[in-house]
């Protein structure tokens, strides 16, 4: 792919303050239209990452590029940065801070000056994207975890980002709620937005990305395809990564019967039974 | 027991405009603070708050009356306390004087007048509302921000406290005197850890939605009603006026 990137990061190391090293030498890059899933086990550097990707963290050394330039940190710069590129936090509870869930995701839209009249649409329009309409007038801290979730994610559709950088979208969600979710993550995905998140999950990894990056122990282990990615047996061992489910009955497949060796591997339930379905 | 706050986001006043809901708790509060004729007004304003809050807003009486227990457990002790009298001078140490009496019966009064004020505000006003008022009216937004922050953490701490309390609860961390003690430590610590690293994480995300200077956030306004406001005022009159009469 040619596209250029939206967001770089060229050889980003960060120290904690406390001395722990999230960050050392990262090189990585999100594209135009991307749907990517970053995975690594706790304390990998995905959420450092991910702050550094809106200016949240300053670098230690290395630089982070935002359309080909070098991000600066005054203010002008980190609006423009943040305007365009949205993290919606793991614990949905830090990032609303009104009482009510109209008010929160205005807060958002109020915070780019947008006049009232723009401010009302694009939060009526957040609204409906995410399939809250009926929690407009609700209290936040009444909400269930998912419903929390939700309006977090509205309140960063409501800045129009082109970069929507979800970390754990699926931590503590119902599996009927994770494929809503996912469902509104290609909805977004097919009208343009680039869809970054974060997760342990590889079967949603394996059956929804595009492209994968592998964190381990601060660096980026692999990127790739998801396919090269799970074929990998050093890397998924290494990084702590299981094969998802549906490759590895594939893989048994192909060992035993005689599926051409150029089918494409099933990325999710339904195409492995058709596939199973054909053979049997 | 409901929380009184989700009461104040139910009850069937929510609609009407909080400035009207605090314009009548103001005035009926001032009157009681005011009025010479204490007994019968205070009184008065009492019944007609209760009245309001029960009936119109349909809070319900049980929980109305359990919140009127804790305030009024106060005035009780604060009321026993002048209306006794300690001299030398009597044959007894401890005496009821008349004059002591009819203090303490002012204060209660008062007192109850005071707080039927404050429920009916409490009530039926959520506090986005009391904050949206407040900037109306001119408060410096700091304090608003304060008031709504403050308002929204009371929340997530209670949240992480009580979770925090099962989990020690659940590992016999209150089976004991001793171990009541040490757990109830362990528990203020926790929180006060928890509301630092709360405070960081809200920040990040407070600066990635480009929060800068004050918090803005939206108002779906609803509208004055003249009907209210002269009712208010009708009110308010009859009851002053009873105040010169009585």
Redesign the interface.
């Known amino acids: 792919m040619s596209r250029p990137y939206i967001i770089e990061a060229q050889n980003v190391s960060y120290t904690y303050p406390d001395g722990t090293t999230a960050l050392s030498t990262v090189s990585t890059g999100i594209k135009q239209g991307e749907k990517i899933a970053v995975l690594g086990e706790n304390g990998a550097g995905k959420t450092t990452l991910f702050?550094h990707f809106?200016g949240?963290l300053r670098p230690a050394s290395g630089t982070i590029l935002f359309n080909d330039k070098t991000v600066l940190y005054d203010?002008r710069s980190?609006?423009e940065l943040?305007?365009k590129i949205?993290?919606v936090?793991q614990?949905p509870?830090?990032?609303?801070?009104?009482?009510?869930v109209?008010?929160?995701i205005?807060?958002?839209a109020?915070?780019?000056g947008l006049p009232?009249d723009e401010?009302?649409r694009r939060?009526d329009a957040a609204l409906l994207t995410v399939d809250i309409e009926h929690l407009r007038?609700k209290?936040?801290?009444?909400l269930s975890h998912g419903e929390k979730k939700r309006v977090a994610i509205a309140?960063?559709l409501v800045?129009n980002p082109e970069v929507l950088i979800i970390d754990e979208p699926t931590a503590c969600v119902d599996p009927r709620h994770q494929q809503n979710l996912l469902d509104l993550f290609d909805k977004l995905n097919s009208k343009g937005t680039t869809i970054l998140l974060s997760t342990h999950d590889v079967e949603l990894a394996w059956q929804w990305a595009d492209r994968l990056i592998v964190m381990h122990k601060g660096t980026i282990a692999r990127e790739g395809d998801p396919y090269t990615i799970f074929s990998n047996e050093h890397l998924t061992q290494k990084t702590g990564l299981c094969k998802p489910l549906a490759l590895e009955v594939f893989d048994a497949l192909r060992q035993q019967t005689s599926i051409p060796s150029d089918a494409a591997p099933p990325r999710n339930k339904q195409t492995l039974l058709a596939m199973l379905n054909k053979k049997l | 027991m409901i929380a009184p706050?989700?009461l104040a986001?139910t009850n069937r006043l929510v609609k009407t405009h909080p400035a009207e809901k605090c314009l009548l708790a103001a005035s009926m509060l001032c009157l009681n603070l005011a009025t010479p004729a204490v007994m019968p007004v205070c009184c008065m304003i009492f019944c007609f708050m209760c009245c309001l809050t029960i009936f119109k807003a349909r809070i319900p009486a049980v929980v109305y009356a359990k919140l009127l227990l804790t305030p009024l457990f106060f005035l009780c002790v604060g009321a026993g306390t002048v209306m006794i009298d300690l001299s030398a001078d009597h044959f007894a140490f401890i005496s009821i004087s008349s004059q002591g009496l009819h203090t303490a019966i002012i204060i209660v009064c008062r007192g109850l007048g005071a707080v039927s004020c404050l429920l009916f505000l409490c009530l039926t006003t959520?506090?986005?509302d009391i904050?949206w008022l407040l900037a109306k009216l001119r408060v410096p937004g700091l304090l608003i921000e304060l008031l709504?922050?403050t308002?929204?953490c009371i929340?997530?701490l209670a949240?992480s406290a009580a979770t925090i309390t099962t989990a020690q609860a659940s590992r016999l961390g209150y089976a004991t005197m001793n171990a009541t003690n040490r757990s109830l430590g362990t528990l203020s610590a926790a929180c006060i850890i928890r509301s630092f690293v709360?405070a960081r994480?809200?920040q990040?995300?407070?600066?990635?939605?480009?929060?800068?200077g004050p918090?803005?956030?939206?108002?779906?306004p609803c509208p004055i009603s003249k009907k209210n406001i002269i009712a208010v005022m009708m009110a308010s009159i009859i009851i002053a006026a009873c105040s010169f009469i009585g």
């Open positions: 702050l809106n949240i203010r980190l609006r943040r305007s949205q993290i936090f614990d509870d830090t990032q609303l801070f009104s009482a009510r109209y008010q929160d205005s807060f958002g109020l915070n780019l009232q401010v009302k939060v007038d209290v936040t801290h009444s309140g960063a800045m | 706050d989700t986001y959520p506090v986005a904050t709504d922050l308002y929204r929340f997530i949240d709360n994480l809200m990040q995300a407070f600066d990635s939605r480009c929060g800068e918090m803005r956030v939206m108002h779906t």
